[in-house]
């Protein structure tokens, strides 16, 4: 079964400074499967980051990932105000329809 | 408009059941699988069930098997979650999402019920 450990879990930064969210798969997965999402406070959430790397429709070109390994990041260039919230990754679990988050991130206003 | 809107949460008795509901609009259900996904109160997202695009599989969380039925009703584009035997555990937000396959994520998802477990 692959378990998914994110660190840290919670980080606090100011507007404009770059955030780094790791993510880290308990045995070797397929990039492909990798997907981030952003969860604020009261409201679904949203894809961000599918296949590791690449950018769901809509989003900003602050937010990138990048993966090494069974290690997976999460990278927002420069925080604006509406990026403080919860970061999860996913990904399948102990077979390819049974799926996986993260316990996620929280990213605070410091 | 692509959306998914979740009804049926509530508050419910220790060993009692609901069924959750999911309509889509806006999108060819028939072409995915869909899922559902729960998050305890200040807890993670934790995917519950999923079922294939043509109703022909599902599949489970462990904690669920036996107790939960994923099912889908594609004239009615809805998707439906049966939660028999409930348990203050599964005391939750229970969000319905669409699974990509192309992309490999959960590209679309509700706003999510609330279901309340209490003895």
């Known amino acids: 079964e692959i378990v998914l450990t994110q660190f840290p879990g919670t980080l606090s930064l100011s507007p404009g400074e770059r955030a780094t969210l790791s993510c880290r798969a308990s045995?070797?997965?397929?990039?492909?499967?990798l997907a981030w999402y952003q969860q604020k406070p009261g409201q679904a959430p949203r894809l961000l980051i599918y296949?590791?790397?690449s950018r769901a429709t809509g989003i900003p070109d602050r937010f990138s990932g990048s993966a090494s390994g069974t290690d997976f990041t999460l990278t927002i260039s420069r925080l604006e105000p509406e990026d403080f919230a919860v970061y999860y990754c996913?990904?399948?679990?102990?077979?390819?329809?049974?799926?996986?988050f993260g316990p996620g991130t929280k990213l605070d206003i410091k | 408009e692509v959306q998914l809107v979740e009804s049926g949460g509530g508050l419910v008795q220790t060993g009692g059941s609901q069924r959750l509901s999911c309509a889509a609009s806006?999108?060819?259900?028939?072409?995915?699988?869909m899922s559902w996904v729960r998050q305890a109160p200040g807890k993670g997202l934790e995917w519950v069930a999923n079922?294939?695009?043509?109703?022909?599989?599902?599949y489970y969380v462990d904690s669920v098997k036996g107790r939960f039925t994923i099912s889908r009703d594609d004239a009615k584009n809805s998707l439906y979650l049966q939660v028999n035997s409930l348990r203050a555990e599964d005391t939750a937000v229970y969000y319905c999402?669409?699974?990509?396959?192309?992309?490999?994520?959960?590209?679309?998802w509700g706003q999510g019920t609330m279901v309340t477990v209490s003895s």
């Open positions: 999402a669409r699974y990509q396959w192309s992309v490999g994520a959960f590209d679309l």
């Open positions: 806006g999108f060819t259900f028939t072409n995915y699988w």
């Open positions: 079922i294939k695009h043509d109703g022909s599989g599902s």
């Open positions: 045995q070797s997965v397929i990039s492909s499967y």
């Open positions: 296949g590791a790397s």
């Open positions: 996913q990904h399948y679990g102990s077979s390819p329809w049974e799926f996986t």
